[in-house]
């Protein structure tokens, strides 16, 4: 008995047909409904996500190689302070690029590429192009996709602070512990004999 892959339906999917952008390409708008934004909740850990939405516009590259996602992302959420587990409300709103062709790289040729290069080869290119599966691309999972990226991955309220633990070690612009000085001491014990 073989087993088949597990499909993951993404909890935001507008998916949109390659053949159908057609020369002008497209413009839309689209948002996630109440039920998309509780599943958005769910995958990000999010205390709330009251909105999510996008204005995208779709267009196919000359001679039909690739597509190209432009869009203007506005969200408003709230994610738990990594300090008081206090709400920490958030506003998004970001514009961004993304790229699809046929011909993507999959993971394993990007890992591949990372091993023979380094990761520093990611910080001169540009992002790799998302693949076009079975001739269609996803609007939604892309906007999610940036939503995920502009997440404070430490969000923290703004009165949460840290206390310093150790000599030496300073957190919130606070004046630093004094450090314990082992050859001070040597010395306080010697000025005493």
């Known amino acids: 008995m073989s087993e088949t892959p597990m499909?993951?339906?993404p909890e935001f999917s507008r998916p949109v047909e390659?053949?159908?952008i057609g020369a002008r390409g497209l413009t839309l708008e689209i948002e996630a409904t109440e039920e998309e934004r509780a599943a958005l909740m769910r995958r990000f850990d999010l205390l709330s996500l009251d909105r999510l939405s996008a204005r995208l516009r779709v267009t196919q590259g000359s001679g039909g190689a690739g597509v190209t996602l432009a869009g203007d992302l506005l969200a408003d959420l709230v994610q738990r302070c990594v300090l008081?587990?206090?709400p920490v409300p958030e506003h998004i709103e970001d514009h961004f690029v993304q790229r699809f062709t046929e011909d993507a790289p999959t993971d394993e040729e990007l890992f591949a590429m990372i091993e023979e290069k380094g990761l520093d080869f990611l910080l001169d290119e540009e992002d790799p192009p998302e693949p076009i599966e079975n001739g269609r691309i996803d609007l939604g999972e892309a906007v999610v996709q940036q939503f995920a990226?502009?997440?404070d991955p430490y969000p923290r309220a703004?009165?949460?602070a840290l206390q310093a633990l150790r000599p030496g070690i300073t957190v919130n612009d606070e004046t630093p512990l004094e450090k314990n000085n082992p050859f001070a001491k040597l010395a306080?014990?010697?000025?005493k004999s």
């Not at 306080?188 to 000025?191: A, F, M, V």
């Open 149 to 151: 990226v502009m997440l």
């Open 18 to 20: 390659v053949a159908s």
């Open 188 to 191: 306080q014990l010697r000025e």
């Open 7 to 9: 499909s993951i339906t």
């Open 158 to 160: 703004e009165d949460a």
């Open 84 to 86: 008081t587990l206090g």
